[in-house]
């Protein structure tokens, strides 16, 4: 018999098989960015200067801050005692260094070049592995080889130093986190590609504008000589024009004009607004896929507030890309930490943030309720499973609640004193007595219910397999005569009994 066919498990069109003929005799992986290397000569530190523009930062600042704003949570391998433990401590080293501050520069800085690289500060103490920070790192210092590992720029070595892999061992040192939609290459895909050219006409665009308010913010002054001026005499004219208003200056001889001085000023103020506007608005896209977070009124009537959702989509997508890294199976700081601080146990807790807005899960809880209602009107209900896999709960988080049954005679209610302190804190309740036939009014109400809701059932399950009316009719009164109607008239004579006793018991309490 022949075996089963296995799949093939080998990366086929890697990196280190591109057709590109310069790519093929290169050990190290050149970035795919081509703004990058035809714009800005190959040098990333460019895309500083992008993101310095006053839009750019403020852009990227809001998508940064938005994912660093949501809770994280350390999800453990399963509900197992020692799972349980490996999380709760993974969430206290977390915890325990500037775990916000560390994103916030992996976030603003990766997505705008496509990548970013943190430097692990691991400390010790008393046998505990701990983080003491993350520390952000230029991309510039970095390149990646054919096999994917970080390479370091250094004085000794400027072709770069495998800081991956020491001695054949995982160093577990530099956390690596790739951005963008397209990423196939350790560099990722940075915005900066997309703003390079919105913001280089924007620039200009400024630089241009700037020189047109020099030439009319204020009047050129014009001089006339006579035709028959010496040099001299016009030079110390045109020197008493420049002294009115520098580089705004003209001489010219009299009896001759010149045009256009005023004309050009109609109308190209407005042009170079609109332009940089445009370009601000391109970049704005670029970044948060709208304008209505920067220029418009979330909530209002028309497509903002649909458009504001869409940087939610962005920010649950960098959410992602900063948690898998985090989780990655064999670059993740967080299994660097489990398997320093608990060597052998191969079982990895999780990072994930909540991008769920509060509203929407006030929403679905609503939604579950009503839900319920609906469905219990025809017998259904929903599980267990569905509660846990919608909101997002463990299996330990669910717990059935076995309804006590309800004592004969009075019993003790627990309620606050009003009268003195002993209701706070940890002080013990007073206590007040509630009437046995109350308790026993409702038992006997439950017990009527539940013998109601069986015969409903009944019902409902006949009408569900009837094929016509007839037929249902035909059914119900064939079944009727089979309900047992014993159990239902017990409960009913305890009820009367139990009104007449109280009836009485009232009557002579006022005597």
């Known amino acids: 018999m022949a ?41 990333i530190s460019l895309y500083d200067h992008i993101g310095r523009d006053s839009r750019v930062s403020s852009n990227l600042g809001t998508r940064a801050r938005a994912v660093v704003g949501k809770e994280w949570t350390i999800t453990p391998f399963s509900q197992e005692a020692i ?27 990766g997505t705008l070049k496509g990548f970013a690289l943190s430097e692990i500060m691991w400390d010790t103490s008393e046998g505990d592995t701990f983080i003491a920070d993350m520390i ?9 080889d054919t096999s994917g590992n ?55 665009g400024i630089k241009f504008w ?17 035709s028959g001026a010496s040099p001299d005499d016009q030079d110390k004219l045109l020197s008493a024009a420049q002294a009115v ?67 939610d989509d962005l920010v649950k997508a960098d959410a992602d890309s900063l948690c898998e890294a985090f989780n990655a199976r064999e670059t993740g700081v967080i299994r660097w930490l489990v398997d320093y601080q608990f060597p052998g146990l191969g079982r990895y807790p999780q990072m994930w943030v909540d991008c769920q807005e ?27 499973s569905y509660y846990i896999r919608t909101h997002g709960l463990e299996e330990g988080d669910v717990e059935i609640i076995t309804p006590q049954p309800p004592l004969s005679g009075g ?55 009837a094929t016509s009316l007839e037929d249902l009719r035909d059914t119900i009164v064939e079944q009727f005569g089979s309900m047992d109607t014993a159990e239902l008239g017990n409960i009913i004579a305890q009820a009367m009994m139990l009104g007449d006793m109280s009836g009485r018991l009232d009557v002579a309490q006022k005597q």
Not at 136 to 144: D, E, I, L, S
Not at 271 to 277: G, I, K, Q, S
Not at 423 to 441: H, K, M
């Open 3 to 43: 075996d089963k066919q296995k799949p093939v498990i080998d990366e086929i069109a890697s990196v280190a098989t591109d057709f590109d003929i310069f790519q093929g005799f290169m050990e190290q992986i050149a970035n795919p960015d081509d703004v990058l290397r035809l714009e800005c000569g190959g040098d």
């Open 83 to 109: 799972d349980i433990k490996v999380a709760e401590y993974v969430e206290k080293v977390f915890l325990g260094f500037p775990f916000d501050r560390a994103r916030r520069s992996i976030l603003r800085g």
């Open 136 to 144: 952000y790192r230029h991309q510039r210092r970095f390149t990646f």
């Open 150 to 204: 970080i390479l370091l720029k250094t004085i000794d070595n400027p072709m770069g130093m495998n800081v991956s892999i020491r001695d054949g061992l995982l160093l577990k040192k530099f956390q690596h986190v790739a951005f963008g939609d397209e990423v196939e290459t350790p560099y990722g895909v940075g915005l900066g590609r997309e703003l390079y050219w919105p913001w280089w006409f924007k620039k200009n």
């Open 210 to 226: 700037m020189m047109f308010c020099d030439k009319f913010a204020g009047p050129t002054v014009v001089g006339e000589y006579e």
């Open 245 to 311: 208003h520098t580089n705004s200056s003209i001489i010219h001889p009299k009896g001759m004009s010149l045009s256009l001085l005023e004309a050009a000023r109609s109308g190209s103020i407005t042009a170079y607004n609109d332009l940089v506007n445009f370009m601000n608005d391109e970049m704005t896209i670029s970044i948060l896929g709208q304008t209505a977070t920067t220029t418009g009124t979330p909530g209002k009537l028309g497509n903002e507030q649909a458009q504001e959702k869409v940087k």
């Open 358 to 384: 509060e509203e929407d899960k006030k929403t679905l809880a609503e939604r579950d309720e009503k839900l319920s209602v609906s469905m219990e009107k025809s017998g259904l209900k929903l599980s267990k």
């Open 411 to 465: 019993i003790k209610k627990p309620s606050p004193d009003k009268g003195s302190g002993e209701g706070l804190a940890f002080a013990e309740p007073a206590a007040t007595v509630v009437d046995a036939s109350d308790l026993l009014t409702d038992h006997l109400a439950q017990q009527a219910a539940i013998k109601t809701d069986q015969w409903l059932n009944q019902l409902r399950a006949l009408t569900m397999n």
